[in-house]
């Protein structure tokens, strides 16, 4: 087993220690979060793997004004002295900002004064941290070098967007790009209003629950009220998820039931019943959600697999010519670092 040791704030702030207990290691070309075991010791973290190499902390910490971000350090390699938390975390942070600036700044974005000064700044600040550890003023030095570095990254990103935005804009015209927002009721009549002059499109979220209470038994009026609204009201309308796979979404009387056939054959029937109904009025579906780790009735991982794949070819052979998503739950992989699934 692997294993990494980080000394830590004497005493970390509340906020930071409950930060640590989801601190993992990850790697990866993708920096995918790996089975990590923690031990939480006063000025001590070790995050212990089961494949001895090298790899990557990720952690969040607490930032005044920032919130609690989560930082991904640079390539750490196993070794039994320990590693300074808040030195890796400013490290890791500055390297990202840094790389990020130079490919921006290759295809023509320009950095204020200002903004190239501030990193300055926080690079200063990070070698005084390096340089002696031990000393007292490196803790709060790397925690400034890491705001610091987190302030300079979101301005430099709002500063690429708005030129490439006006590059583009310039070049091509308006955007067709749509704007939406998510739906499963048909909102107020103030809300309406406020939906139709900020958006072009709304996807509106059916709810298997209210509509197949009881098997067989259907009741469509409240989704056909919604979807008539957003279809008369000119909006781009899309579906989904057709069936959401966290268990809270699933009727009760299909949580019953543990097996791969039972629950394809009804998430299936759903899926078809719905999307023939609307096929002549939708054309892009979002077919299923959290299938990546939902505990939907106790599958495993493989058979989430294979219900997904079951799942979108009864919704293809429904709607041949509709175009297909599948919702992926937290993108970043925080789950995978429990252990408890096979695949990323």
């Known amino acids: 087993m692997g294993s990494l040791t980080f000394l830590l704030p004497d005493p970390p702030s509340p906020a930071a220690e409950r930060c640590l207990q989801r601190a993992c290691l990850a790697g990866g070309y993708e920096l995918t979060p790996v089975p990590t075991k923690r031990t939480l010791e006063p000025g001590k973290l070790t995050l212990s793997k089961d494949v001895n190499e090298s790899g990557y902390l990720t952690a969040a910490w607490p930032l005044p004004g920032l919130g609690c971000p989560v930082t991904t350090s640079a390539t750490l390699r196993e070794r039994a002295e320990p590693y300074h938390l808040l030195i890796e975390l400013a490290r890791g942070k500055l390297n990202q900002v840094r790389n990020q600036t130079a490919e921006w700044e290759a295809i023509g974005l320009t950095v204020d004064a200002a903004d190239r000064a501030e ?95 009881t098997e067989s038994a259907y009741d469509w009026a ?83 697999l294979r219900l997904a794949a079951r799942l979108l070819e009864t919704a293809r052979q429904a709607c041949p010519d509709g175009e297909w998503v599948i919702g992926v739950a937290q993108p970043w992989g925080d789950y995978l670092e429990g252990g408890d699934h096979p695949y990323s």
């Open 222 to 304: 409240a989704f056909d009220e919604l979807f008539d609204w957003a279809a008369g009201s000119g909006l781009t309308v899309s579906v989904g998820p057709v069936v959401d796979f966290d268990a809270d979404r699933l009727p009760e009387w299909v949580k019953q039931w543990g097996d791969l056939p039972s629950v394809t054959a009804f998430v299936c029937d759903f899926a078809d019943t719905l999307v023939r109904r609307y096929q002549d009025r939708v054309k892009r579906w979002h077919v299923g959600g959290g299938l990546n780790h939902a505990a939907t009735c106790g599958l495993g991982d493989d058979d989430r």
């Open 119 to 213: 990193l300055g700044e926080a690079i200063r600040l990070f070698g005084t941290a390096v340089l002696d550890p031990t000393d007292a003023a490196a803790t709060p030095a790397a925690e400034q070098a890491l705001a610091k570095a987190y302030r300079y990254g979101e301005r430099v990103a709002r500063q690429f967007t708005e030129q490439l935005l006006h590059t583009r804009l310039t070049e091509g015209g308006r955007l067709p790009t749509a704007l939406g927002c998510t739906l499963s009721r048909l909102p107020s009549e103030a809300d309406r209003e406020a939906i139709r002059q900020a958006c072009t499109a709304v996807r509106l979220v059916p709810d298997w629950r209210a509509i197949e209470p």
